[in-house]
């Protein structure tokens, strides 16, 4: 199954083309953040399959447009979108779920959320009706001040008393949690198994085996 973030460039790709306009390929990059190499890629791909045409435009230039077919392919990957989205949430929700009824049975009360995104927002709504405390969201990278309830620090040493840390960053969640771990050591911290983190020990051996 593609990935989420694979299902949204290309459908955002396809949504770029749909007004049928002269654009450049250098336009389309910016227009959907990705390089242009990327970009010509897809859009060989998807001339190959029907889903755009490329004519000949002014000044050496072409004009990319939607196909009927490429239309009712972008039709479906909105639908795939969406359900792989809602996958992703029931998902991630369950997990951030079972971690937080299995800190509440450690006694581990008052938790840290490490990270201020998406995965932080899912993680509050898995909260709900639990015994455990979510106390403060950490993210030195982020502009936002809260999310949902809870205030955003931007530095580990300016957090309250807690029993647990829990990993919600996304973007570099193996970065983030060894930064946490040269901190706090890796016993107060909780890691959903869906974002794939190494344990210091895992990647100690693995150097050893180079």
């Known amino acids: 199954m593609p990935s989420k973030s694979d299902i949204k460039t290309d459908i955002e790709f396809l949504q770029s083309l749909e007004e049928g306009e002269v654009i450049s390929q250098m336009t389309l990059s910016k227009r959907i953040g990705v390089s242009i190499g990327f970009t010509n890629a897809l859009l ?21 447009y939607l196909t009927p077919r490429g239309f009712s392919e972008k039709s479906r990957l909105v639908v795939e979108y969406l359900d792989t989205s809602l996958y992703f949430f029931k998902n991630t929700r369950n997990q951030y779920a079972e971690i937080f009824e299995r800190a509440a049975n450690k006694g581990q009360k008052k938790i840290i959320l490490l990270g201020a995104g998406e995965l932080t927002e899912i993680a509050i709504m898995a909260a709900w009706d639990t015994q455990i405390e979510l106390t403060v969201v950490v993210d030195e990278k982020t502009s936002r001040e809260k999310v949902g309830h809870l205030s955003v620090v931007k530095n580990l040493s300016d957090i309250p008393d807690f029993d647990a840390i829990v990993i919600t960053d996304s973007d570099a969640p193996q970065e983030t949690y060894e930064n946490a771990v040269q901190r706090f050591g890796h016993e107060q911290l909780i890691v959903p198994d869906f974002l794939r983190i190494h344990s210091p020990e895992a990647l100690n051996n693995s150097k050893g085996t180079e």
């Open 44 to 64: 060989k791909r998807a001339i190959h399959k029907g889903y755009v045409k490329a004519k000949s435009a002014p000044y050496k230039r072409y004009a990319y």
